[in-house]
């Protein structure tokens, strides 16, 4: 088992907007009529606000990845303590693992899409994990990232097979990847031949992700709201969040209602809401090679994983980039809460939601990234000036709210 880690997990920032959502629903409902009591959350359990989250901050076990680098890949054998942890990743999933990969006496190697901020990159490499940035190509191109990721650890073991007892400043030189210099040449060298292996986490159709939320983040989710939770909405990358929660929420109540946020360039609300996941560029053969379909990072996808096809969706709604933009802004300033562009189009998913069912219900969400790893993107003011997303709202009314 993995040592405790003192975190802001995932249920209590998802306390922190059922809350918001709350408030935007009460405030509604007393300009519409006072005739009934919306419903509340637990009064020893709800906290009002970023300030009084502080303290009693829960230790807890992070499943999905204990489980991915640790109980299941080591029981197996697929790991061994000195091997190397691949992934690809647009850089949350990553730091996650560059994070717990040493407590297993593991190292990680992480390939990157380039267009993913650097600030990611750089927490990688200060967490001790190396990287590759790579051009962002079609999953079906073998150059992928989640498919470079995926030699990755294949090499490892063949490094492991050929220099088992070798000397240990041998290793294999991968500072040529995807027709291009990778940045990762400044770092260590990535398989020494004392490495014990390889084993490719597999974050998009690894099924321990669903298990992870469904056992672990869906269960909290019902826990401290005392199961008095209406709503649940999120965007998926991987899909395991979406999927685990709203799987273990149906099961609590059937009548919870679970939703898909998704933003520009992702094909998972034409799937949910039309069963068929193109895009109109898409179909008329537009679409352009190399696309800019959006600034949220590690949220939107056009393909079916294996976590995404277990989750249990009543709808899905569309999210803009400037919503997202224009969200991020509006927590920051009226409730201290810097969050990343996953997170404020959770958000903004949640206001939705909070509109579409009317006042006096709760609705939970995700604040699953922090601003800080958005800095040279989504927090620049001449990246978003680029393609005209400057934030300019005083208040809600990007999403028709006074």
Sequence with gaps: MAPPLRTTSAIATALSIALLSYLLCKKTRSKASSKKTPKTLSVKKARNGLVAAIGNTPLIRINSLSDATG???????????????????????????????????????????????????????????????????????????????????????????????????????????????????????????????????DQFENLANFRAHYEGTGPEIWDQTGGKLDAFIAAAGTGGTVAGVSRFLKEKNANVRCFLIDPPGSGLFNKVTRGVM???????????????????????????????????????FRGTDLEAVEMSRYLLKNDGLFLGSSSAMNCVGAVRVAQALGPGHTIVTILCDSGMRHLSKFYDVGYLSKYGLMPSAVGLEFLGLK
Aim: hydrophobic share 35%; aromatic share 8%.
């Design 71 to 201: 109980c299941e890949a080591l029981e197996s054998g697929a790991l061994a303590q000195g091997g190397i942890i691949t992934e690809g990743s647009a850089g949350s999933t990553a730091i996650s693992l560059a994070t717990v990969a040493p407590a297993f006496g593991c190292k990680c190697h992480v390939v990157i899409p380039d267009d993913a901020a650097i600030e990611k990159s750089q927490i990688l490499e200060a967490l001790g994990a190396t990287f590759e940035r790579v051009r962002p190509v079609s999953i079906t191109h073998k150059d992928h990232f989640v498919n470079i990721a995926r030699r990755r650890a294949l090499e490892a073991n063949q490094v492991a097979l050929k220099h088992g007892k070798g000397n240990q400043n041998e290793y294999l030189d991968v500072k040529q990847i995807n027709g291009y210099t990778s940045d990762s040449g400044k770092q260590d060298p990535i398989f020494y031949s004392d490495c014990k292996g390889g084993f490719f986490a």
């Design 278 to 316: 193109y895009t109109r560029e898409e179909a008329e053969g537009r679409r352009l090679k190399n696309p800019f379909d959006t600034i949220t990072e590690g949220i939107g996808i056009n393909r079916l994983t294996e976590n995404f096809k277990l989750a249990e969706l009543d709808g899905a």
